[in-house]
């Protein structure tokens, strides 16, 4: 591996001009193709294998005019104090702006509340439902303009309007934030290498990087039905990987120059030695990415796929742009040590004989690991309590800012029908093999009234085929509550007995369930999951470091740092620790799918600092120093260079807590916190601190599985092998008689 990534590496070197012309050239294809792609619109959502899907599915086979997929809007009206909704002047503006409401040209239905008689008891609280044709993403401007124009005009009758539903959904933003965290990456950059020009060479390559992998997601998104998340995630892990990747490549180049190697040939051991660790990290965040293939839902499988395609891109830009891009910088990157006179050069040459940083820290650990080891599992410990607190859950309009009008119709029509109006249930019952479907739909019904936590249950009629109809079930309690989820289980409890009793099959869908469902299947697949990506990322790390101990310690270091963050993200976005510094508007329930999200990505990117840090310790005990003084060598030459790419990496992350989306905000929360408590606390202290107990036996391998596994020379022990080859020549030249 060391061998080939070497002589790769001294190749983009050499045909430097080739091999940044074939990135450019792929960059203007992917820019000009997303240009030029269709605009894709809301990504479908769905769960195979699971009831809410099945009855999903069905009905859109046995009523295909349905446009089940089509945005809703919920206009919610409230009387002024003291007066109702069925008074004379109210119910003409509510009727002016149901007749507004139809006119759109994507307006498939409206509903008067008059006449299907959805007002409140107290008579204070009316709603009107709008259905269109087209998804909420994919509503034309001019629909939604309507929507708001015929609500404020009910305002001005005197009415106070608000309206929920998804046709008002907008593309999420990321905000300013993001844009802090690149700058962010940029001065820990130029403060760890001293020079723009090397600081300058990681974030050009990850923004090529990024642009040609986001422009690739943009050309295939309406084929593959991307959505705008998938597109934020990858930029969000190829930012981060790809100035990583570039950091340590650039950070080893300058290391070689120190030791007095020409340009070219620092190059490409550079390459062959941080870029064999490189290929290793790349791969583990690849597996743990596509891994989520696993959990077997679409929209999950394509956000990780899109990601480690981006991650493939870094890969790939460090191991040939990188050195193509140091050939073109000459004598203006320096070597290690030496920094640009603007930037401190005289006061660096001062400090030049001191130990740095990591090797102090690394003697400290070594001399006390016992004591680092304590603080290290205590203080992650500690920040994992709240995750035993974790409440999962998928959100609605129930958990946006009281400041939407989303919100405030969530709120209105909680207090006029009850909490469980904003999560009805959807009852598909399938009636075909029923010898009287009308029957068989009354049965259906009364069993369902019979249950607990029920308000109101009400059938549509059968459809055109008469083989089938829907129940709207009104539960008792709100949509995310164990009550609701409970009678959910209580009704496909009843299934087995209505189909033995009339021969109909009930299915429970609608998007409480769905919820349910969504959540029950990441809690069932985490588990394999999870043994899948360790297992197979375990195997890897085996190869790379020719060690059992090292891999299942790093292993149990990634379990602590993911349950501190997982405790971390309960803190503040269920519990409102620091909610108000972060931006958090409203405390709720944490994503579903944040567990299983954070378990692959956090591990894949986890092992990039294990990799990073630890080759450079396994390269010193190879080259035959003690265990101990190869802790502290591994960290002399790694340390600055692996807290720089955690500082970026959380910098990167944590630029995207400024997004409107509350998924990408908590997604960028935990990530960054995720990195800071396996990078600072589980790589830099607990890590060494074992290794230190363990000494010899760290790197401890059955002789039986030292010759059964593949030599990866990680460690560039076959460059130095070549070294001692050109020597050896060398000296038969000089010893040649003339």
Do not use: C
């Not at 802090?180 to 923004?207: C, E, H, K």
């Not at 051991?269 to 989520?292: C, D, E, K, P, Y």
């Not at 899109?306 to 040939?320: D, E, F, K, Q």
């Not at 060690?547 to 292993?555: C, E, F, G, H, R």
Request: charged share 20%; net charge negative; proline share 4%.
């Amino acid at each position: 591996m060391a061998t080939f990534l070497y002589k790769l590496g001294r190749l983009a070197f050499r045909r430097r001009h080739f091999v940044a012309l074939i990135w450019v050239a792929l960059l203007t294809l992917a820019g000009v193709g997303a240009a030029s792609a269709p605009a894709a619109g809301t990504s479908s959502f769905s769960i195979p294998g699971t009831e809410a899907q099945k009855a999903f599915d069905l009905l859109e086979q046995r009523n295909p005019g349905m446009s089940a997929d089509g945005a809703t809007a919920r206009v919610v009206f409230k009387a002024p104090s003291g007066e109702k909704m069925k008074d004379a002047e109210n119910k003409a503006t509510v009727e002016k702006a149901v007749e507004a409401l139809g006119d759109g040209s994507e307006v498939t239905s409206v509903t008067d509340p008059y006449e299907s008689k959805s007002i409140s008891k107290d008579g204070t609280i009316a709603y009107t439902q709008v259905s269109y044709k087209v998804s909420g993403m994919e509503l034309q401007d001019s629909s939604k303009e309507a929507l708001e124009d015929a609500a404020q005009e009910a305002r001005a009758g005197g009415l106070t309007v608000e309206i929920g539903g998804d046709a008002l959904q907008a593309v999420p933003e990321t905000g300013s934030t993001e844009i802090i965290g690149i700058a962010v990456a940029a001065v820990v950059l130029v403060i760890t290498f001293g020079s723009l020009i090397s600081a300058g060479l990681p974030l050009l390559t990850a923004l090529i990087g990024v642009g040609i992998g986001i422009s690739t997601i943009t050309v295939l998104a309406k084929a593959l039905d991307l959505g705008s998340t998938t597109s934020t995630l990858a930029m969000m892990i190829g930012l981060a990987v790809g100035i990583d990747y570039a950091l340590f490549i650039v950070s080893r180049y300058r290391a070689e120059l120190a030791e007095g190697r020409e340009r070219e040939e620092a190059a490409g051991r550079a390459v062959g030695t941080a870029g064999s660790a490189v290929v290793f990290a790349g791969l583990t965040v690849v597996i743990a990415l596509v891994g989520l293939s696993v959990v077997n839902i679409p929209m999950l499988t394509k956000m990780g796929v899109a990601a480690a395609g981006t991650v493939v891109i870094a890969v790939l830009i460090a191991l040939t742009m990188i050195p193509a891009l140091l050939g073109f910088a000459g004598k203006r990157v320096q070597p290690a040590g030496k920094k640009s006179k603007l930037l401190g050069g005289a006061r660096a040459a001062k400090k030049a004989g001191r130990p740095n940083m990591g090797t102090r820290w690394a003697s400290f650990v070594v001399r006390r690991p016992v004591a680092v080891l304590l603080f290290g599992v205590v203080a992650l410990g500690a920040a994992a309590i709240p995750a035993t607190s974790l409440e999962l859950g998928l959100g609605d309009d129930g958990s946006q800012p009281t400041s939407t009008t989303q919100r405030r119709a969530y709120d209105t029509l909680s207090d006029g029908f009850g909490p469980g109006f904003n999560g009805p249930l959807m009852i598909v019952a399938d009636v075909k093999a029923s010898d009287d479907p009308e029957a068989a739909v009354t049965t259906v019904t009364d069993r369902i009234k019979g249950l607990d936590d029920v308000v109101s249950v009400t059938a549509s009629p059968l459809n055109e085929a008469g083989d089938t109809a829907t129940i709207n079930v009104i539960p008792d309690s709100k949509p995310s509550s164990i009550t609701t989820e409970d009678l959910v289980h209580a009704i496909r409890g009843e299934a087995g007995d209505i189909k033995a009793d009339t021969g109909a099959q009930v299915l429970v869908t609608g998007t409480t369930a769905m919820n349910i469902d969504f959540s029950q299947k990441l809690n069932d697949a985490l588990i394999p999951y999870l043994a899948l990506v360790v297992g197979l990322a375990f195997l890897l790390l085996i190869v790379v470091f020719r060690s059992i101990l090292v891999p299942l310690k790093a292993a149990l270091g990634f379990l602590l740092s993911v349950l501190a963050a997982l405790g971390a993200v309960v803190a503040v976005f269920q519990w409102g620790w620091f909610a108000g510094l972060l931006g958090v508007e409203e405390t709720g329930p944490i994503m579903s799918m944040m567990p299983i999200f954070m378990v692959g990505v956090v591990f894949g990117l986890a092992m990039d600092y294990e990799v990073f840090l630890v080759t450079r310790m396994r390269e010193a005990y190879v080259h035959g120093e003690r265990p101990n003084q190869a802790i502290v060598t591994g960290f002399n030459h790694g340390a600055r260079v692996v807290t720089a790419a955690a500082i970026i990496m959380m910098a990167v992350f944590g630029g995207f807590i400024g997004s409107t989306e509350s998924m990408i905000k908590m997604i960028g929360f935990g990530l960054a916190i995720a990195v800071f408590f396996d990078a600072f606390i589980v790589r830099m202290a607990i890590v060494p601190a074992v290794l230190a107990l363990l000494g010899k036996k760290a790197w401890w391998l059955p002789k039986w599985l030292d010759r059964v596994l593949p030599n990866v020379d990680v460690e560039g022990e076959g460059l130095r092998k070549l070294d001692e080859e050109r020597r050896g020549k060398d000296e038969d030249r000089e010893l040649a008689p003339v």
